[in-house]
């Protein structure tokens, strides 16, 4: 059995923000659980997508995210980015260890590792996000369409594609960055239950980010407000311009499958090969479940990342204080507050 100050779960960019802050926070020996082989959480394993948020608005606590600060990078630039940033912290990152279940007794808690492994702490930080979490909606007869269903965490690259009827439902960031790559080789369809809200990438010149920042808007605790607001895309230009040059049409969502397709609003039956479903994630901690932190629906009962248990904080749920909650910019700034508040509760 081993012990830590910290124990943080995931190795993603919330889970390596924390471990880095914590020093700052007094907590000497810090540890961290990743399940994977690797630190960077669920980057590796989206699709080839490109930042909305420009390089300078990207980076973690205490290093700057290299090269052009106008540019927007890449995926495997924030792969790289992470991978470097996790082997200058000091906290011992342990990966391949997935967590089975943390309990509280006499004010300290036991972790344990599905491969038996136990450590034993005062304060945990859950940090593994919502990638292992995707959404699947309740369509209408699903169960009897007969080719190829995948939510976005599965989609890779649009090669297995080519030359297919493909449906892309929803309409966020996720969405048309995979419909407009899908489109170049693919016959496309965007399924939303509205129409796309596109969101100007530079008002003014400017990009999104630089106004938000300079007008407060990126960090005010206007939680409520932002979970209610509608989804927007951010877009240049590029993605709207890709859609209508792939011939990527946006549709109504449909009202239900058949074996071999699906029957639209108006009672068109179409075949389909495939339908990719970009409709987000849930939070899921079953690791959690016998903590006392979770709500009966496995939500997260927390207050600005502060659980309603002694010792135990989130980090990186979305919207947790702020429109940046879940953005690389933004989760050291909640990694820190969640640290003070549990060096104040373990003192």
Do not use: C
């Not at 082989?37 to 290093?63: D, I, V």
């Not at 106008?70 to 342990?94: F, G, K, S």
């Not at 179409?270 to 079953?286: H, I, Q």
């Amino acid at each position: 059995m081993e012990h830590a100050d910290l124990l943080v779960i995931g190795a993603g960019q919330s889970g390596l923000a924390a471990a880095a802050l914590a020093p700052r926070h007094g907590f000497a020996r810090t540890q961290v659980l990743e399940a994977d082989e690797a630190p960077g959480g669920a980057w590796p394993r989206y699709y080839s997508l490109t930042l909305f948020s420009p390089a300078r608005y990207s980076s973690l606590p205490g290093m700057r995210f290299p090269g052009d600060g106008d540019r927007y990078p890449t995926r495997d630039e924030v792969v790289d980015y992470l991978h470097d940033y996790a082997r200058r912290l000091t906290a011992d990152i342990h990966t391949s260890t997935t967590v089975s279940s943390v309990t509280r007794q006499d004010g300290t808690w036991s972790v344990r590792a599905e491969d038996g492994r136990e450590f034993t702490t005062r304060a945990v930080i859950a940090a593994t996000g919502d990638y292992g979490s995707p959404y699947i909606p309740d369509l209408s007869a699903r169960a009897e369409f007969t080719r190829r269903v995948l939510h976005a965490a599965d989609y890779r690259s649009p090669g297995a594609f080519a030359g297919q009827r493909v449906v892309v439902v929803g309409g966020g960031n996720s969405a048309i960055q995979i419909a407009a790559e899908l489109g170049a080789v693919a016959d496309t369809t965007l399924a939303t239950r509205r129409p796309i809200g596109w969101m100007a990438q530079r008002p003014l010149g400017k990009d999104l980010h630089w106004w938000l920042k300079h007008t407060g808007l990126d960090i005010a605790p206007i939680r409520r407000l932002l979970e209610k607001a509608p989804v927007s895309v951010l877009d240049d230009g590029r993605y709207r311009t890709a859609l209508q040059e792939h011939g990527v049409d946006r549709r109504e969502m449909f009202a239900r499958f058949t074996p071999d397709g699906v029957v639209w609003t108006d009672g068109t039956k179409e075949t389909v090969d495939a339908v990719v479903l970009a409709t987000g994630y849930r939070p899921a901690f079953p690791y959690l479940t016998s903590s006392g932190a979770l709500d009966a629906d496995g939500r997260p009962l927390h207050r600005d990342g502060i659980a309603t248990v002694p010792g135990l904080g989130f980090v990186g749920l979305e919207f947790q204080r702020s429109f940046s909650s879940k953005t690389l910019r933004g989760v050291g700034r909640d990694a820190g507050h969640v640290l003070s508040r549990l060096r104040h509760q373990a003192a």
